[in-house]
């Protein structure tokens, strides 16, 4: 399975909702700037995070979007399924032979695995612990 556009830039508007959780509303203006996305794009993005029901626009001059829940109850696994569809490393498992077969559920599993238990709060908590000193070096 690889992950396109659609999910990983959909993950960075949801991470940027989830850091300003309980702070109101935020533009895709200011996430597409401070992540150098096009806005338009994560216009078309946002669309079916909102129709599933993971965020919720707000009108008017202070307007944007928010998260419907709290983050640490928004997995990425919800994100990437609304995105990019059904999790599965590869298509027609069913046809396989009974070892290849196994071998693609394993894989499959553990991805889903990944992607269930890794949240909103803990992918924002993880980008603010990234802030660390590159470092240096010379030759």
Do not use: C
Request: charged share 30%; proline share 4%.
């Amino acid at each position: 399975m690889k992950i396109s556009t659609k999910g990983r830039y959909g993950l960075t508007i949801m991470i940027a909702l989830a850091k300003k959780y309980g702070e109101g509303p935020i533009s895709l203006k200011s996430i597409a700037r401070d992540h150098h996305l096009s806005e338009h794009y994560l216009e078309q993005l946002i669309a079916p995070l909102r129709n599933a029901g993971l965020v919720r626009s707000v009108r008017g001059a202070y307007g944007g979007y928010m998260l419907t829940r709290n983050p640490d109850q928004i997995t990425s696994g919800d994100v990437i399924r609304v995105l990019e569809g059904p999790i599965s490393p590869v298509e027609g498992i069913e046809d396989e032979e009974p070892a290849k077969k196994a071998l693609w559920m394993r894989v499959r599993d553990a991805v889903k695995d990944v992607l269930d238990t890794t949240t909103l709060y803990d992918l924002a908590e993880h980008d603010e612990d990234d802030d660390q000193e590159a470092y240096m070096f010379y030759i």
